[in-house]
């Protein structure tokens, strides 16, 4: 703990007695990085800017990726805009047959099949095969007209 530059430390204790009554618990969204071999994650960090979040979706396929992942992978302010703005990992990745579902209703509905699907801050990163090709896997019908 710190407060105004001067580092404070404080010894923590706790009574025999009040051990059984404390719950511990991990508050955060799971980190897709830890998930992922240490050959994608250095194949992540190695080219720079926005195609460090384009390899991200292109690696974490059908993972949960937090907003601080994508923070952590950008390394810069407004890293979410790499993602969904018009340039971003979004755009560049449909050529691939890339899509990355969010949280919003419209993308929940299409991401339904998914396992998982994505939560508020996140997202999940799929690749979209014809359903002639997709033997085996989890199938949505999508309207090429919108």
Same mark, same amino acid.
């Given at each position: 703990?710190? &407060? @105004? +530059?001067? !580092?404070?430390? $404080? ?6 007695? &009040? %051990? ?7 508050? @955060? ?7 992922? *071999? ?7 960090? $190695? *080219? #720079? =800017? ?8 292109? /690696?974490?396929?059908?993972? /949960?990726? &937090?907003?601080?992942?994508?923070a952590t992978v ?9 993602? /969904?703005? #018009?340039?971003? $990992? ?15 209703? +419209? %993308?929940? !509905?299409?991401? &339904?099949?998914?396992? #998982?699907? *994505?939560? *508020? ?10 359903? +002639?090709?997709?033997? =085996?896997? $989890?199938?949505?019908?999508?309207? /090429?007209?919108?």
């Amino acid at each position: 703990m710190t &407060s @105004g +530059g001067t !580092v404070l430390s $404080a010894r923590l204790t706790h009574k025999d007695h &009040s %051990h059984d009554r404390a719950s511990w618990c991990l508050i @955060g969204a799971e980190n897709a990085l830890i998930r992922l *071999p240490e050959r994608d994650v250095a194949a992540i960090f $190695a *080219p #720079p =800017g926005q195609q460090r979040v384009n390899e991200l979706f292109r /690696r974490a396929q059908r993972l /949960r990726v &937090s907003r601080t992942v994508v923070a952590t992978v950008r390394m810069q302010d407004d890293c979410m805009k790499r993602v /969904r703005f #018009p340039g971003g $990992a979004r755009d560049q990745l449909r050529a691939e047959d890339i899509v990355i579902f969010g949280h919003y209703a +419209g %993308h929940q !509905v299409l991401a &339904s099949a998914l396992r #998982p699907r *994505p939560g *508020p801050g996140e997202f999940v990163s799929a690749r979209l095969v014809r359903v +002639g090709d997709a033997q =085996g896997y $989890a199938r949505a019908i999508l309207d /090429r007209t919108t």
